[in-house]
């Protein structure tokens, strides 16, 4: 069953512009975790936060959890045209049967 | 070095062939998983194992073998391909089971079903 819910589906800025994707999801986590898919390529890893964590910081990129809200955010500042992917959150969860869950991914475009 | 690769990239065969697709891991991971990913992107987990022994079998058609040899090698072997067959096939390691930390992906292999 899917987990996480991405939004937006699709977004298109400039670049130099902040991007923000969210991420919502159902049912409690041990950790929520982003990754990058550049188009023909595998998923990469970006960043992972513990459900004991409110904020993470990795270079341009910021990530929050809301464990209140069962929602996560992923901000990448001052964006370049190498940061057009799709971009997936996963959810890890006790009762996930040791599965990593995806969200149906935002398709990030950044215009030069 | 590439850290999970799997071959081959791109398979186009005919429906009610069979067809395997091979992954190799070299970070000395425990856990090695099997993805598929459709043509919207959803990305769902098929099986995992851990250290040779399968611990997920997320209610794939019998069609669908897959076999670890070794903990470094995780193949998946499709009897009989079905249109619905067509997706990107995912290869990704672990560390460990359990808690799962970071997933590394393989480059994926295009599976295309005519």
């Known amino acids: 069953s899917q987990q996480g819910e991405e939004d937006p589906q699709a977004l298109s800025i400039q670049e130099g512009e902040n991007a923000t994707m969210n991420c919502s999801y159902k049912?409690?986590?041990?950790?929520l975790q982003w990754y990058r898919q550049n188009s023909g390529r595998g998923l990469v890893h970006l960043i992972l936060i513990r459900s004991n964590e409110r904020e993470k910081h990795s270079g341009r990129l910021r990530v929050t959890l809301d464990t209140s809200k069962k929602s996560s955010s992923l901000l990448i500042t001052a964006s370049r045209a190498a940061d057009t992917a799709s971009y997936f959150c996963a959810t890890d969860g006790d009762n996930q049967g040791g599965k990593l869950i995806f969200g149906q991914g935002t398709e990030l475009s950044v215009k030069p | 070095d590439t850290a999970v690769s799997q071959t081959p990239k791109y398979l186009v065969t005919q429906m009610g062939n069979d067809k395997s697709i091979k992954c190799e891991q070299n970070l000395g991971h425990d856990t090695m998983y099997w993805y598929k990913q459709d043509s919207k992107k959803f990305l769902k987990i098929m099986f995992s194992?851990?250290?040779?022994?399968?611990?997920i079998n997320e209610t794939v058609p019998n069609r669908f073998s897959p076999k670890s040899p070794d903990k470094a090698h995780l193949n998946l072997h499709i009897n009989s391909l079905e249109l619905g067959d067509s997706a990107v096939y995912f290869c990704?390691?672990?560390?460990?089971?359990?808690?799962?930390?970071?997933?590394?992906f393989g480059e994926g292999s295009r599976l295309t079903v005519l």
């Open positions: 990704a390691s672990s560390r460990r089971q359990g808690s799962t930390g970071e997933l590394f």
């Open positions: 194992y851990n250290n040779k022994e399968l611990i």
């Open positions: 049912t409690s986590i041990n950790n």
